[in-house]
């Protein structure tokens, strides 16, 4: 199995890491590779995916603006959902051929990821039958959204932590009208260090996974895998 590479770029814009993304899993499309974990929080920003309603979107283009909210139509599965400040957002990049053939696995391989970590702070989540992420008591902690080409990943998962959850009161999150949105602040009545959660949750895809990742820079990143979308983290 090839190595598995781990990046934070810290604060960025959203449109920006889709790119890198974009770039990154042509570059595996074409090259025997290895996979990277990309970890970040962005910049406020609406995004909807290919199956996703407009009209669960609140705001109007001028609202958005006076708020300064990006919003975006990506190429992911689901509907609509928000990033910002204090939530970590993780693309795994992978090459299934790495592990199997089964995107409904995938999937729920990745809220075992964040069942997991939200073990360790003493919080019990499950996963709804009817409804992706992960879910504590009637709210919605992590939001999932994918995109599989060939077998190689895009997208992935949306962890709040210390976010700001007015934000959601903008939109309908993906599309779900009778649930809520919660975060670990709180769950736990206090702020998280983002990098401490970042790496609780990179250890629980090492056990998921089965995979030994190694950090790589910027620099690395942009040489290894041929990417023109390189750009300075607004950390």
Known sequence: MNKTFRINLGRTGFKEVWALQKEINKYKQNNKCNDIIISNEHNHVYTLGKSGDKDHLLLNRTELGKKNIEYYEIDRGGDLTYHGPGQLVVYPIFDLHNHYLDSHRYLRDLEEVIILTLKEYGIESYRDEEFTGV??????IC???????RWITMHGL?????????????IIPCGIFHKGVTSLKELTGKEHSLD????????????????????????????YYHTESLFIPNK
């Open 135 to 140: 879910w504590v008591e009637d709210k919605k």
């Open 143 to 149: 939001a999932l959204g994918i995109k599989i080409s």
């Open 158 to 170: 949306a962890f709040n932590i210390n976010t700001d959850l007015n934000f959601f009161n903008f």
């Open 196 to 223: 401490s959660v970042t790496e609780k949750v990179l250890s629980n895809f090492e056990k998921v996974f089965g995979i030994t990742p190694e950090d790589i820079t910027p620099g690395g990143l942009a040489g």
